[in-house]
């Protein structure tokens, strides 16, 4: 496949990049901004093994249901999250989040200190909901930093907020007027330290939503309002062409490199919506990659969701050409598109349909993908494999211009379509 199915470095890991983390763990987690759990950790020196707590190291950590990278995420958690790890298996710590959830992340993503006593529970104290810039904020005082899981909904649409090692008692709730598009909010506990809050809400189409700690007692979710408009006039639209500089992608039968085509079309999608009204963004203007050169893989995708993040797209596409892999096969041919969040599955399948119902190419597959920059939540998030480059006639579509146009037009028709469906009246609202 011609896209980059990079995941977070795990096991390679530098000795002095090790060192240099067990000196900071050394150091205690005061400077972190945890006094109290600093103070724990010195109550009591347990037998030498591998429960001790752990801090979650980097933007993303990654926790998994079991001990490889091939089990799926549970969750991801920012950078300064306390953990308790109950034993280590290999390289992977097992984590106690909840009893029927399993959880383990690599010890390459987290910090960790020396054996002493779990995180005190978090107590929730009070649920504030009110109106942002964006669309509604829901803050939850829990008193620590506990970890969370969020699962989306879209049938109906819903949100389930999980908050593990949190408990509940007294929680008092602070709502003022809001948008109508957040309808009741539950909460449900469900063990004396793991609680549920579900969200439920209006519309046919959910537009995206983050998860932040405003500070070390908090936990913030950020939920965008609908979209305001069925057209494309107005909405902000990030195209990402594929690979780029020294990355070049899949190359075709007579040498066409896929980095070269994805900014073709890229650049006709975006002369396309800029005519409807659209504002467009492109993660890169030409063959340079956003990063210095040297840079990983995935620093370049980092670099490149960031970017796309700090536009507050309405959505974003990844164009791309696909390849059949070692095998070669000439003979493979057809349109495939990506998605990983729920709410990202309507436009895959909307601008697949288009796509290939004006280039006429096989609708081949729509399926979850967990390609980095399809992992972000701020925004309905899709990534096309247009066509198979190995395929001699369509690299000769991809190599002309009216072909490639065409291409352009199909994804700007299901963007529109998109749209179209999405925008739909939202109900009352009601809270409990």
């Known amino acids: 496949m011609g896209c980059d199915r990079a995941e977070m470095t795990d096991h390679a890991m530098i000795p002095r990049v090790r060192q240099d983390r067990q000196r900071r763990a050394a150091r205690g987690i005061r400077h972190a901004g945890y006094p109290l759990l600093t103070a724990l950790l010195c109550l009591a020196a347990l037998p ?9 190291d980097g933007a993303y950590t990654p926790i998994r249901v079991g001990p490889s990278k091939a089990h799926p995420r549970l969750t991801e958690l920012p950078e300064g999250v306390p ?53 509604v904020r829901i803050v939850l005082s829990v008193g620590r930093r506990v970890p969370f899981r969020v699962r989306q909904f879209v049938a109906p ?9 949190a408990e509940t008692a007294d929680c008092r709730w602070r709502c003022l007027p809001i948008e109508n598009f957040v309808g009741g ?3 449900r506990r469900l063990a004396p330290d793991r609680t549920q809050l579900w969200i439920e809400l209006a519309g046919a189409q959910q537009r995206g939503y983050e998860v932040s700690y405003p500070d070390d007692h908090s936990l913030a979710l950020d939920i965008r309002r ?22 070049e992608g899949a190359v075709g039968p007579s040498g066409l490199l896929e980095k070269d085509a994805n900014l073709a079309i890229a650049r006709e999608v975006k002369g396309l919506l800029v005519e409807r009204g659209s504002r467009v963004a492109l993660t890169r203007e030409s063959d340079l990659p956003l990063t210095e050169p040297g840079s990983t893989a995935r ?35 057809g349109t495939e598109t990506y998605y990983w969040s729920p709410m990202s599955a309507q436009p895959a399948y909307l601008i697949q349909s288009a796509l290939c119902r004006e ?39 991809l190599r002309d211009g009216e072909g490639r146009r065409r291409i352009a037009a199909g ?22």
């Open 157 to 165: 649409q819903r949100l389930c907020l999980d908050l593990f090692g």
């Open 299 to 333: 620093t370049e995708l980092t670099a490149r969701v960031i970017r796309s993040r700090s536009l507050h797209p309405d959505i974003f596409v990844s164009i791309h050409c696909n390849h059949p892999g070692s095998d070669n096969r000439p003979d493979v041919a």
């Open 48 to 56: 030498a093994s591998a429960s001790r707590l752990v801090l979650t």
């Open 226 to 247: 609908p979209y305001a408009s069925a057209g494309l006039r107005g909405k902000m639209i990030v195209l990402d062409p594929g690979h780029g500089g020294r990355d």
């Open 185 to 187: 909010m539950r909460l």
């Open 411 to 432: 994804i700007v028709d299901g963007l529109c379509d998109y749209f179209r469906v999405a925008a739909r009246p939202q109900g009352p609202t009601t809270h409990r």
């Open 83 to 135: 953990l308790w790890a109950e034993d280590k298996v290999g390289g992977w710590y097992r984590l106690r989040l909840a009893r029927d959830l399993p959880a383990y992340a690599h010890e390459v993503s987290v910090r960790a200190l020396e054996p002493g006593a779990p995180p005190p529970p978090g107590r929730m104290a009070l649920v504030t909901v009110a109106p942002s810039e964006a669309g």
């Open 359 to 397: 280039v006429g190419t096989a609708s081949r597959l729509v399926a979850p993908g967990p390609f980095r920059v399809l992992r972000e939540t701020d925004a309905p998030r899709v990534l096309v494999e247009c066509c198979y480059i190995s395929s001699p006639a369509e690299e000769a579509l």
